[in-house]
């Protein structure tokens, strides 16, 4: 009888043990880290049929169906209207000009290794999001381009795989590219040695510099099918550039639909949360790259993924920053979060929808400027540091039809008031415009007494950021970065030929 009640005490220990042991694989198999992906577009605004224009309607499916499948906000903004600078931040979490990676394609030279005097280090203990995502046990990559404005060694950030084809401290003009790039997407997350650790990873897509390169046939938008916006002539090379752009938003499409495709037969898909961003606005036509009106400064974000607060057909309309993707990727993958952060987690509980988000531009390749700019819900706040260098400054678009042919309609007098000033005049020192009644972004509402104390609140805001921040780019750039930039620049014919910036004088012999 003892014998009896011996065995069916071990055999109910037994089972316990095992019930537990199965329950904690369970657990395991539950909080199992996920995969985090950064689809991260070049150039290109949001003018997707989820984002309610109506030209590409139902020629953006694959992101339509992947905003439906997750959160879509509608107003993200980036920190820089310049790759470069917008990239700098991101990678960070913290703003350019707090590190000084404002200025555009800083701390490089092209081809070789940085030499000290170039060298912008960020400050001591900033790590860069890789870095920290690579302590909290993820294998990272960047299928894409780097184009960070520091120094820095790309081995620290992306894990070396046998198909890694990069220099130790290598950084590349253009940032680093790898040669499989978009091409074999699965190489990136399937060069890991072990497939059960999770990834953190970016694949960069051409977006607005694909223009109609990836569209599905039979889609491409003709010329003229676009109306052009009223701050530009009704010329040819107007036309086509803008709608290049509409193009290049159903050939990012076509990218996504490819990347997606890829994840899901690999069987990544499901623990995968992904991210769609740009890193800023259209290029492809003036006013909205390198500047910081909504066409520069607005960019398409959305994340899906199976996580409870990341709810299928969810829409924000509160303010948020790329800055905020940076956080919200460490809280995600339960990584360090560094006080230093400008950003929120956007899914946490203690979450503050902000009133305002600030956005910078500075020196873009040689052409010198500073441009601050401040936006809330309704408004648009714009500080121009140098006003007496015109929208048109010599810049490195100059040979492009898009600009020739705006100095002939203004040579011509073929341009309206309008345009001729705001191309070719002296830039007001303050705009303030009005989002809701004036989305082109063209009655300054700076000097109207009815707006005045509209326009203190956003200047203030700004000017309180400035010092809180210690806003590097209210310095002069340092001489050795200045002559790098004009000694990259000065034999080719677009900068000999033109009217550059006087702070280049004093390298000329």
Not at 259 to 280: M, P, V
Not at 373 to 397: C, H, L
């Amino acid at each position: 009888m003892k014998i009896t009640s011996y065995k069916l005490i071990l055999f109910l220990v037994i089972n316990s043990m095992l019930f537990s042991c199965n329950t904690q694989k369970e657990k395991v198999k539950e909080q199992k880290q996920p995969n985090i992906l950064w689809i991260f577009a070049e150039d290109l605004s949001p003018f997707m049929g989820c984002y309610g224009d109506s030209i590409n309607k139902n020629a953006t499916p694959a992101i339509d169906k992947l905003a439906s499948e997750g959160v879509l906000f509608n107003r993200a903004y980036t920190t820089a209207p310049v790759c470069s600078a917008a990239r700098s931040a991101l990678i960070t979490g913290v703003m350019q000009t707090t590190t000084g990676t404002h200025n555009h394609r800083s701390s490089r030279v092209p081809d070789v290794v940085v030499p000290e005097a170039l060298r912008i280090n960020l400050p001591d203990g900033m790590k860069t999001i890789p870095e920290l995502m690579r302590e909290a046990g993820y294998f990272t990559f960047n299928n894409g381009k780097d184009d960070y404005n520091f120094h820095y060694n790309r081995r620290d950030l992306y894990t070396v795989s046998t198909k890694d084809d990069y220099k130790p401290g290598m950084n590349g003009w253009q940032g680093n590219f790898p040669k499989h790039k978009m091409s074999a997407t699965q190489d990136a997350w399937s060069s890991r040695p072990d497939k059960n650790q999770p990834w953190f990873g970016q694949i960069q897509i051409d977006g607005g510099k694909a223009h109609a390169k990836y569209v599905r046939e039979g889609e491409v938008l003709a010329d003229n099918a676009v109306p052009v916006p009223p701050y530009f002539p009704n010329i040819p090379s107007q036309q086509s550039a803008w709608t290049d752009h509409y193009n290049a938003n159903r050939g990012a499409d076509v990218n996504v639909e490819t990347i997606l495709k890829q994840l899901e037969a690999d069987g990544e898909l499901e623990n995968t949360i992904i991210f769609f961003f740009s890193d800023h606005g259209s290029p492809v036509s003036l006013r909205h790259k390198q500047f910081c009106y909504e066409g520069g400064m607005l960019v398409p974000l959305m994340i899906k993924g199976n996580l409870p607060v990341l709810k299928s057909g969810t829409i924000r309309n509160d303010l948020v920053s790329l800055l905020d993707i940076s956080a919200t990727t460490l809280a995600m993958g339960k990584a360090k979060m560094p006080e230093y952060l400008d950003g929120q987690d956007l899914f946490a509980e203690t979450f503050n929808e902000q009133e305002y988000v600030i956005g910078a531009r500075d020196r873009c390749d040689y052409t010198i400027d500073r441009i601050r700019t401040v936006v809330s819900e309704d408004y648009r706040y714009i500080k121009n540091f140098y006003p007496n260098r015109p929208m048109m400054q010599a810049g490195y678009r100059d040979k492009k039809a898009i600009v020739k042919d705006l100095k002939k309609a203004y040579n011509e007098g073929k341009l309206t008031p309008y345009q001729a000033e705001h191309w070719f005049g002296v830039r007001p020192v303050e705009e303030l415009y009005d989002l809701k009644a004036d989305p082109h972004q063209i009655n300054n509402l700076a000097n109207n007494s009815e707006f005045a104390t509209i326009l203190k609140e956003h200047r203030d805001v700004l000017e309180n950021w400035i010092k809180e921040t210690d806003d590097k780019g209210q310095y002069p750039e340092d001489a050795a970065q200045l002559e790098a930039t004009y000694n990259l620049w000065k034999d080719r014919p677009r900068f000999k030929n033109a009217k550059v910036n006087p702070e280049y004088d004093q390298f000329k012999k």
